[in-house]
Structures are given as structure tokens and as C-alpha cells.
């Protein structure tokens, strides 16, 4: 019995000599075994560690991540609180110098992205923390990877670091990864059973006086949904102000998002890294949109504008998408026309739209065809609706708008600015525009019922004030057609021809083709001539 005690004793101590001696020697090497891999961009540095074998865990603390090639156009590097390692494999982990856990845990890590320059894409911005978890979890067998509370500080390198961008609350949850199957093309690099990945308060100046913001980010791989909240984009100024810091005419574009949410997003995605999107159905969820010019600004250099199945092949990254829903919304342009100081504005409030078969993969267009389906509120009370079709590879599109009745004198926010008209007053019972367009021109039919319209005209006062000019509006009104009503004498439907300027976007198009359509319509005889030559004195001032 003593003989057994004392063999029990002599293994006990062998055995606790053993581990003692494992230990020993894993802080030594655990070093060179975490960073063994010849392929990999960074190294995992760590003061501390604490190994307890017979719980199969390791502790690292104070962990720094070192990129190993700065000359990068992006890197990370960073340091993290804790690292834990559990369900290590010892054995393995001694005798093979291979990493082969149950979870990678990672407690609040802090990361610093640096780019070398400042033309970098945004996907580049999102790559580089992509190509960073891919060269982490890629050092051995990991079955589960967690990521708690991070934060990321966003720095361009120029002549010192300038800081563009951060985030917080970073957490990731990957479960069942299968790290020895890497799928770069994919929005998980890894074969993966559940991933769950959020991060809040994302901030990136955009430029020296515009600020991107996006409250919330969620990704959940199961259900195969992305959703983005609270976003927005804008100016540090009114853009009446900012447009006045620009060298030539551009678009001041503004909005708020509540949410955009991707359904069923196809694996082939890669909306963090390479920025391929391909789903079923993105939603827009109370979107606010504005856009503004100047045109007292010289214009760029002319180029000839895409047509609209070229503006949809332009978007910078794939997108092959079933269906893009706009829901609660609302769109504004505004315009400050050239020789005033003050902009007029169209927008459309209430806005819901459906857009089908949005494709910029030329295999994906083939023979189908863009569709948008739109029910708004013109000014915020002329209901509206607008169905657009643009067959892809054709160069043309087909529009069918329609306005419901409405006072006219709503319209003038958008008249007054575009057309060089003001209405006085008028019912308007309905509208319907018909057009059918190509690159160059379109075919267009315009009907528009009215009755009581009296029309406005204007002048330049001595101290430059724009005013009524009561004889010109009166010649003007008495010219005019009052009324546009089906079954009335001078009842008129035209059909009729818009040059397309090839210098403006199709939308442009759009506009002419109801400009035209309405004076078709609107005056008759003199009419037609007072407010031609009003719009002829006018330009040319503009001009002068």
C-alpha cells in the first residue's frame, strides 16, 4: 500500500512537473507558433500570458497588432485588452505547433486604419478590416471567433496622420468557421455556420466640409440581412454657402436615412470588402434626399451623359438586385437660376416607389428591363404617379407620368425658376405625359385639363428686385388659353417632338418634355410670343 502511495505521489509530481514544464515552454514558444504562418500581413504581439492546461485555456494581455508591411496603401494595426483561447488542444498545440480551439475571443480591441493616401475608395476602407480578421483567425483550426466592443480610429496619411473616420461598438459572432476553406469572393471569408456583426456610430468626413454618419450597422449571415440606421450626409453649412466654395457647378447632394436594409443578400456578396452586391430586395426606409446647383457657377467641361441604363452600368461596384423599394420619402431639387441669389425648388413628398431589375452586370441585363413604378405628392399636393421603363442594351426608355387635380399655384416653386411663369391662379383637374425616348430626342403626347388660369409676369425693379409686371400679366392672361377642358371648343392634346440636349442627364429630358408640352398647350397666339420674349430678354441678361 505504502509502494502505491508512493507511486501515486512520484506522478502526481511527474505529471505536475510536466505541466509545469508545458507551460514553461509555451510562453517561450507560443510567440513563434501564433506567428508562424510565412503568409501572413501582421503580427500578434503580447506581454503577458497565462496558460492553464487543465482548463484548455490561454489569457494574452496587452496585445498590440504590428503590420508587417507599411508601405500598404491601407493598414491596421491596433491592440486589444484580452485575447482568450479556449478549448485549446494542448497536445497538438505542443507537439505539432498547431493552433487547434473551440473560440477565439478577442475583448475590446482598438484598432488604427491608416491610408497612404487620400483617393482611396470607401471598399478599400472596409477590405483592409476584412483582409485583418482574415489573417487572425487564419492561424490554425478556430471554431468559433468573437470580437467584443471594438473601436477603430480612421487616419489618412499625409504630411502628419489626419483622421477622417471612426466607429465604436464593434462586435463580431462567428460560429462553426471553418478557417481552413477560404472564400475571398464572399461576404464571409470562410465557410461559416451563423456570423453576427454590428458596430454603431460610424463617422467619415467625406470632404474638408461634408460628414457621412450611419448610427447602426447589423449583418446577420443566417438570415442573410444587412441593415443600415440612421444615416446621413451633410454639409457643415447651409449649401447655398458651401456652393459658393466651388469652382465649378456640381451637384450639393444631402440626405437622412432612417434605414436601408438588404433581403436575402446571395453569398457571392461582398459588401464589406470587393462591394458586390447581389440580393433579392434592398429597402429605403424615410429617405430625405436633396439636391442643389448653382448656375450662376461655370459648368464643368460638356461630356455627353449616359443614358439611363448607363447611369445604372456606372455604379462602381456589381450590383445585381431583384427589387429596390423606397418607402416614406422624400426627394428636392433645388436650383439657384443664373442672375439670382435665391433657389426654386421641385419636390416630391410621400414618396413610394418599387424599382425592378436594377443590374450593372452585363450578363445579368440580357434581355430584361429596368422598371420603376412611383407614387408621390408633386410639391407635396399634386398626387402623382410615374411609371418608367428603360429596356436594357436598347439606348431608349418609356415614361407615363400622371398629376391628379391640384391648385396650380402650388406649381410655382418649380415654375418660377424653370419656366420663367408664375401662375396667378388656376384648377388643374389632371395631367398625363406620354413619352417615348431615345438618345437624341423624344416622341411625346401631353394632356393637361384646366380651367381659371391666369398667369404672371414679372420684371427687374431699379434696386433689383423681381416684381409683378401687372400689364404684361394682364396682355398675358388675356392671350392664354383660361381653359383646357375635353368637349370645349379649343380643347388641345398635342403630340409633338423634344430635342434632347445631349449635354444633360436624361432627366433633363423629362423636364423639356412637360415644358414643352405645357406651352403646347398654354398659350395661344400672342400669348406665345410675350412669354417667348420674356424667356429671350431674360437669358439674355442672365448672359450679360
Known amino acids: 500500500m505504502k509502494k502505491i502511495i508512493i507511486g501515486l505521489l512520484v506522478l502526481m509530481v511527474l505529471g505536475f512537473g510536466a505541466v509545469f514544464y508545458m507551460e514553461k515552454w509555451l510562453s517561450a514558444n507560443l510567440p513563434s507558433i501564433v506567428n508562424q504562418n510565412e503568409n501572413r500581413n501582421y503580427d500578434i504581439l503580447f506581454e503577458d ?27 491596421v494595426n491596433g491592440s486589444v485588452r484580452k485575447i482568450r483561447m479556449s ?6 498545440l505542443v507537439f505539432d505547433k498547431k493552433v487547434n480551439i473551440t473560440e477565439l475571443r478577442m475583448e475590446e480591441p482598438s484598432f488604427r486604419l491608416i491610408r497612404n493616401d487620400s483617393t482611396g475608395r470607401p471598399a478599400e476602407t472596409s477590405k483592409a478590416f476584412q483582409d485583418l480578421f482574415r489573417d487572425i483567425v487564419s492561424r ?13 480610429e480612421l487616419y489618412i496619411q499625409k504630411d502628419t496622420l489626419v483622421r477622417f473616420g471612426q466607429f465604436t461598438d464593434l462586435n463580431i459572432l462567428a460560429e462553426g468557421l471553418k478557417t481552413d476553406s477560404v472564400t475571398v469572393m464572399n461576404t464571409v471569408p470562410f465557410q461559416v455556420d451563423n456570423i453576427h456583426t454590428s458596430l454603431k456610430n460610424l463617422q467619415i468626413q467625406v470632404s474638408e466640409n461634408q460628414l457621412f454618419k450611419m448610427g447602426e450597422l447589423d449583418f446577420n449571415y443566417k438570415d442573410r440581412e444587412f441593415a443600415f440606421r440612421d444615416m446621413s450626409l451633410k454639409f457643415k453649412e447651409p449649401w447655398t454657402e458651401e456652393v459658393k466654395k466651388m469652382d465649378v457647378q456640381l451637384d450639393m447632394i444631402e440626405f437622412d436615412l432612417k434605414e436601408l436594409k438588404i433581403i436575402s443578400i446571395n453569398t457571392n456578396s461582398d459588401p464589406f470588402g470587393l462591394w458586390t452586391v447581389i440580393a433579392d430586395k434592398i429597402v429605403l426606409d424615410s429617405l430625405v434626399f436633396h439636391d442643389g446647383r448653382d448656375k450662376n457657377i461655370p459648368r464643368p467641361p460638356d461630356v455627353v451623359k449616359e443614358r439611363i441604363e448607363e447611369l445604372i452600368e456606372s455604379i462602381p461596384f456589381p450590383v445585381e438586385l431583384d427589387t429596390l423599394q423606397i418607402i416614406n420619402s422624400e426627394i428636392s431639387y433645388s436650383e439657384i437660376p443664373r442672375g439670382k441669389s435665391e433657389p426654386g425648388t421641385i419636390f416630391f413628398k410621400e414618396l413610394n416607389a418599387m424599382i425592378l431589375n436594377v443590374y450593372s452586370i452585363d450578363s445579368a441585363q440580357r434581355d430584361g428591363e429596368l422598371v420603376i413604378e412611383a407614387d408621390t ?38 415654375l418660377e425658376f424653370m419656366a420663367s411663369v408664375k401662375i396667378g391662379s388656376g384648377k388643374l383637374r389632371g395631367m398625363v405625359l406620354e413619352m417615348e425616348a431615345d438618345a437624341y430626342k423624344s416622341r411625346n403626347r401631353f394632356t393637361i385639363d384646366y380651367q381659371d388660369l391666369e398667369i404672371d409676369l414679372s420684371k427687374m425693379s431699379d434696386d433689383g428686385v423681381e416684381k409683378k409686371n401687372a400689364v404684361l400679366s394682364k396682355i398675358a392672361s388675356l392671350a392664354i388659353n383660361r381653359d383646357n377642358l375635353p368637349g370645349t ?35 395661344s397666339g400672342i400669348g406665345r410670343k410675350i412669354m417667348d420674349a420674356k424667356e429671350n430678354k431674360d437669358k439674355k441678361s442672365k448672359n450679360d
Open 87 to 92: 478549448g485549446v488542444k494542448i497536445m497538438e
Open 140 to 152: 490554425g483550426v478556430i471554431e468559433n471567433f468573437v470580437l467584443e466592443d471594438g473601436t477603430a
Open 489 to 523: 371648343k379649343n380643347y388641345r392634346i398635342p403630340a409633338y417632338t423634344t430635342i434632347r440636349n445631349r449635354y444633360r442627364s436624361p432627366f433633363n429630358l423629362i423636364w423639356l418634355s412637360a415644358k414643352d408640352g405645357f406651352f403646347e398647350v398654354l398659350p
Open 377 to 414: 405628392k408633386l410639391n407635396g399636393v399634386g398626387a402623382m404617379k410615374v411609371t418608367l421603363k428603360v429596356p436594357y442594351n436598347s439606348g431608349t426608355f418609356n415614361l407615363l407620368a400622371t398629376l391628379g387635380p391640384m391648385d396650380m399655384a402650388k406649381l410655382n416653386p418649380t
Open 49 to 75: 500570458v497565462d496558460i492553464r492546461i487543465f482548463r484548455g485555456s490561454i489569457d494574452f494581455q496587452n496585445i498590440m497588432i504590428v503590420p508587417l508591411n507599411d508601405s500598404l496603401p491601407t493598414h
